[in-house]
């Protein structure tokens, strides 16, 4: 995108200057319309699972944002002679039931011919211009709360190569199809300073993109990072190429302490799909934060700091 030119408007909130989840474009000084979109091949074989999963990804945009979903479109893409079209129905519902949990509206969508199964959504929020959510909002003193455990890039890629069977592979499903409603609703009850949703570029990615967009930087306790010990054993036997990917694309800014082990590093650059949302916000808002995640069902954690030292810049202690 280097080569295109910087699309500037009073109105335009968030756009493509910055690394966050979703733009933002005001439509008068009480409502904020958030876009997003995203779609990605099956990780699972169950279709049904593979919909809800997709959906909640796309959503989680709005979530990370602070904002409310209300349309979603479907955006598909599959090979009509090798998909049956009850395959594609339970997709579609899969997806529809999440939409429909998120509050939002299914009001269409398009399809086309692909020769590998592609599915997601379009999602339009809404928002006040002033309570928006960014990746830029982080500030030292902050704390630095996850609210789902890590692990389900590592633990998809395993089953995809039968390493691990369906039944191992389920509670990182029910994590992925879990929606970050709640979360962003108490995040935004407790007042947080910023956010971003943990995808595709793992904790540490997003966590870069938003110590970078907020001038500050992050100190993370590795033992308090929730995660999934099933993926931690995957993680003490190989790493899959979008880990890989991830660590060579950012590591260099990462300052690991000599106590943390391979199989941690290489749990913190996972990529995600559907992860959880990192939220920077006061201290003294913290403990009531958890405790009504947790009363909730949410295992969220308080994962570190944000610090003035080394600014765009991870430090990853024991």
Same mark, same amino acid.
């Given at each position: ?97 999440? /939409? &429909?949990?998120?509050?939002? $509206?299914?009001? !269409?969508? *398009?399809?086309?011919? #692909? %020769? ?65 409603? /709640? &979360?962003?609703?108490?995040? $935004?009850?407790? !007042?947080? *300073?910023?956010?971003? #949703? %943990? ?120």
């Amino acid at each position: 995108m280097e080569g295109l030119p910087q699309v500037s408007h009073p109105d335009l909130l968030v756009g493509l200057n910055t690394a966050d989840d979703a733009g933002v474009f005001r439509i008068s000084d009480d409502v904020a319309l958030i876009q997003t979109v995203d779609f990605f091949t099956p990780i699972v074989d169950d279709p049904y699972a593979y919909g809800q999963i997709a959906a909640a990804n796309s959503l989680s945009d709005v979530y990370a944002m602070g904002g409310r979903p209300i349309t979603a479109l479907n955006i598909c893409g599959f090979p009509s002679d090798d998909v049956e079209p009850e395959i594609i129905a339970l997709v579609l519902k899969g997806a529809q039931e999440k /939409v &429909a949990e998120s509050g939002a $509206v299914l009001v !269409g969508g *398009h399809s086309v011919e #692909d %020769v590998e199964p592609k599915f997601g959504l379009s999602v339009t929020g809404i928002i006040h211009p002033d309570k928006v959510k960014t990746n830029a909002g982080a500030q030292v003193g902050d704390r630095l709360v996850l609210t789902k455990p890590l692990g389900t890039g590592l633990m998809s890629d395993a089953y995809q190569n039968d390493e691990i069977d369906e039944e191992a592979l389920q509670s990182a499903v029910d994590s992925m199809a879990r929606l970050n409603r /709640v &979360a962003a609703e108490q995040m $935004v009850a407790f !007042g947080a *300073h910023g956010c971003t #949703d %943990v995808t595709g570029f793992g904790l540490m990615g997003h966590g870069l993109e938003m110590a970078e967009a907020s001038g500050v930087g992050f100190r993370i306790r590795s033992q308090d990072v929730p995660h999934f010990d099933l993926a931690m054993k995957i993680a003490e036997e190989r790493e899959g190429g979008g880990l890989r990917r991830n660590r060579a694309a950012r590591g260099d800014r990462v300052r690991f302490s000599e106590s943390i082990d391979q199989p941690m590093q290489r749990l913190l650059f996972d990529p995600q799909t559907s992860g959880g949302l990192l939220i920077a916000l006061a201290s003294d808002a913290v403990d009531g934060l958890l405790g009504a995640l947790t009363s909730e069902g949410i295992q969220a954690c308080d994962i570190g700091d944000v610090v003035a030292e080394h600014p765009g810049e991870i430090e990853v202690v024991k």
